[in-house]
């Protein structure tokens, strides 16, 4: 698994900024929090790192050690520590920001981020830039975001994890060449700075470069052999390749180290799901449901759970599932979760044909953001996407003239948008919309701009070859969305069986 922060910005992104339906998959990663070992408040350290400004040694020590295990995915884990180090030193900024980063929930999240903005003017430039970075990316201003970490590699060009938190940005941009030129920094600095080996992997892994990504991941094993994750990112390149049985046994390998490596657990169902083995995918997940500690660890579960679902033609189930990630929301007032789990409900609805019901769903999404306490920032970006979720219900009642009118003020909106994401969703909903009007010349230029890590937009130039004529491009595509081959994500789940078929 790459190292995302694991699902709170993740729903953060995904809700306020588009529908999408992928947890692993579409999101920006967020930059690393803090960098070095070094405990001065000073902005630059003798060795060019990032200093840790913090009161107590034995604070320090604790964020060092739970920072190591974010590294090797140990997040669950990583908490204790995190917290025992803001108990040692409530003024712990960075502690504060990797504990937000790594929140099972939005409520957690957005409280440990607001309470390491206040302590932004009392550490190190550095630290400065990284907390102000994550707020920028929490208002969905990536834009700003970039800024902040320019600066910080102006400041700090030797410190691999201000190169580690800039590829980060690339690659959530899909600039997969510029994350790799950082990720090869990062390990220039330090050759065995094992996080860095394994986001290297994944953008070689993106660029379909998968015999440098084998390598990247081979070297990341090598470094940290006894940790569960290498083998689990491996294992996630041969799921990727079609290896199904060689993933599986790459993912056992993982939970043999580390029986709570819950994410194997999905990996091994996607794979047997890919082999047509439904039930024993489904069966598979129940070990996550079994061994979940905190809300984000059930979440996980439960959104493989619906995308098994989907995937297997049983939709009415799957929104039964989606109804339970709800109240598990509900529990703790999560807005961000509650917000993804309607809109993923109308994604869901969207898919079976019934356009008034998600409606709704996405109507009910919206009012929960606009009815919080999030960022004014927040608030507005969410009334946009709100005309990208708008046109594609109109599309689906074949009201073509209302797709095209939401659409531009969708298009307008991410024209004008600090996200750099958004043009892309604006060229998928008139690529869309050129499809349904049969324009296929006109739905190929706009999809070919649009995301193409969203395998619907390789199943929807598919079917704009198709209609074209063009029968090697359509099979090209199609083959390209069918062997998709992620983990759980709802996009390939909707399109998968039918790209497979036209492939």
């Given at each position: 698994?790459?190292?995302?922060?694991?699902?709170?910005?993740?729903?953060?992104?995904?809700?306020?900024?588009?529908?999408?339906?992928?947890?692993?998959?579409?999101?920006?990663?967020?930059?690393?929090?803090?960098?070095s070992s070094s405990s001065s408040a000073s902005d630059r350290t003798g060795d060019g790192k990032i200093p840790i400004t913090t009161t107590s040694p034995q604070a320090k020590a604790e964020f060092v050690q739970a920072r190591d295990m974010v590294d090797k995915l140990q997040i669950t884990n990583s908490l204790e520590h995190f917290r025992k180090a803001i108990e040692l030193d409530p003024s712990f900024a960075s502690a504060e920001l990797a504990l937000a980063q790594n929140s099972p929930t939005g409520t957690e999240f957005f409280a440990h981020l607001q309470k390491a903005v206040a302590l932004a003017d009392k550490v190190s430039d550095g630290e400065r830039l990284l907390i102000l970075a994550q707020q920028a990316a929490a208002n969905n201003?990536?834009?700003?975001?970039?800024?902040?970490l320019d600066q910080l590699l102006a400041a700090y060009p030797d410190d691999e994890r201000a190169n580690f938190a800039m590829a980060a940005w690339d690659f959530g941009q899909q600039d997969y060449p510029k994350a790799l030129e950082h990720?090869?920094?990062?390990?220039?600095?330090?050759?065995?700075?094992s996080t860095a080996y394994n986001l290297m992997g994944y953008a070689y892994r993106q660029?379909?470069?998968?015999?440098?990504?084998?390598?990247?991941?081979?070297?990341?094993?090598e470094l940290i052999p006894n940790d569960p994750n290498p083998y689990d990112s491996y294992a996630e390149l041969l799921l990727k390749m079609g290896r199904f049985d060689d993933a599986i046994a790459q993912y056992r390998k993982a939970l043999a180290i580390d029986a709570n490596f819950l994410n194997a657990y999905q990996g091994i169902a996607m794979a047997l799901l890919y082999q047509g083995k439904e039930k024993e995918a489904a069966?598979?997940?129940?070990?996550?449901?079994?061994?979940?500690?905190?809300?984000?660890?059930?979440?996980?579960?439960?959104?493989?759970?619906?995308?098994?679902?989907?995937d297997s033609g049983k939709a009415a189930q799957a929104l039964a599932s989606l109804d339970e990630q709800y109240a598990l929301g509900q529990k703790t007032n999560d807005v961000a979760a509650m917000a993804f789990d309607s809109t993923l409900k109308g994604n869901v609805l969207?898919?079976?044909?019934?356009?008034?019901?998600?409606?709704?769903?996405?109507?009910?999404g919206a009012a929960l953001i606009q009815a919080s306490n999030l960022s004014a920032e927040i608030k507005a970006n969410n009334r946009l996407v709100s005309h990208f979720n708008l046109a594609r219900v109109a599309l689906?009642?074949?009201d073509l003239a209302a797709a095209k009118a939401e659409a531009l003020e969708y298009r307008t909106g991410a024209a004008a948008?600090?996200?750099?994401?958004?043009?892309?969703?604006?060229?998928?909903?008139?690529?869309?919309?050129?499809?349904?009007?049969?324009?296929?010349?006109?739905?190929?230029?706009?999809?070919?701009?649009?995301?193409?890590?969203?395998?619907?937009?390789?199943?929807?130039?598919?079917?704009?070859?198709?209609?074209?004529?063009?029968?090697?491009?359509?099979?090209?595509?199609?083959?390209?969305?069918a062997e998709f081959n992620s983990l759980p994500n709802l996009n390939y789940a909707f399109i998968r069986a039918k790209a497979g078929k036209a492939a």
């Amino acid at each position: 698994m790459r190292t995302l922060r694991p699902l709170v910005p993740l729903l953060i992104f995904v809700v306020l900024t588009v529908s999408g339906c992928a947890r692993k998959e579409a999101a920006a990663p967020a930059p690393d929090s803090s960098a070095s070992s070094s405990s001065s408040a000073s902005d630059r350290t003798g060795d060019g790192k990032i200093p840790i400004t913090t009161t107590s040694p034995q604070a320090k020590a604790e964020f060092v050690q739970a920072r190591d295990m974010v590294d090797k995915l140990q997040i669950t884990n990583s908490l204790e520590h995190f917290r025992k180090a803001i108990e040692l030193d409530p003024s712990f900024a960075s502690a504060e920001l990797a504990l937000a980063q790594n929140s099972p929930t939005g409520t957690e999240f957005f409280a440990h981020l607001q309470k390491a903005v206040a302590l932004a003017d009392k550490v190190s430039d550095g630290e400065r830039l990284l907390i102000l970075a994550q707020q920028a990316a929490a208002n969905n201003d990536v834009v700003q975001q970039k800024q902040f970490l320019d600066q910080l590699l102006a400041a700090y060009p030797d410190d691999e994890r201000a190169n580690f938190a800039m590829a980060a940005w690339d690659f959530g941009q899909q600039d997969y060449p510029k994350a790799l030129e950082h990720y090869r920094k990062a390990t220039e600095i330090n050759n065995t700075f094992s996080t860095a080996y394994n986001l290297m992997g994944y953008a070689y892994r993106q660029s379909n470069q998968f015999s440098d990504a084998e390598k990247a991941f081979q070297r990341y094993i090598e470094l940290i052999p006894n940790d569960p994750n290498p083998y689990d990112s491996y294992a996630e390149l041969l799921l990727k390749m079609g290896r199904f049985d060689d993933a599986i046994a790459q993912y056992r390998k993982a939970l043999a180290i580390d029986a709570n490596f819950l994410n194997a657990y999905q990996g091994i169902a996607m794979a047997l799901l890919y082999q047509g083995k439904e039930k024993e995918a489904a069966a598979e997940l129940e070990n996550i449901a079994s061994k979940a500690r905190t809300d984000g660890e059930r979440r996980t579960g439960m959104f493989a759970e619906t995308v098994v679902l989907v995937d297997s033609g049983k939709a009415a189930q799957a929104l039964a599932s989606l109804d339970e990630q709800y109240a598990l929301g509900q529990k703790t007032n999560d807005v961000a979760a509650m917000a993804f789990d309607s809109t993923l409900k109308g994604n869901v609805l969207l898919n079976m044909g019934k356009p008034d019901q998600a409606k709704k769903e996405f109507e009910s999404g919206a009012a929960l953001i606009q009815a919080s306490n999030l960022s004014a920032e927040i608030k507005a970006n969410n009334r946009l996407v709100s005309h990208f979720n708008l046109a594609r219900v109109a599309l689906a009642r074949k009201d073509l003239a209302a797709a095209k009118a939401e659409a531009l003020e969708y298009r307008t909106g991410a024209a004008a948008s600090k996200n750099p994401f958004q043009p892309r969703q604006a060229h998928e909903l008139d690529g869309t919309i050129a499809l349904a009007d049969k324009n296929w010349d006109e739905a190929i230029a706009q999809l070919q701009q649009s995301n193409l890590q969203n395998p619907q937009n390789l199943y929807r130039l598919c079917q704009a070859y198709q209609g074209k004529g063009d029968a090697a491009k359509a099979a090209d595509s199609c083959k390209q969305a069918a062997e998709f081959n992620s983990l759980p994500n709802l996009n390939y789940a909707f399109i998968r069986a039918k790209a497979g078929k036209a492939a």
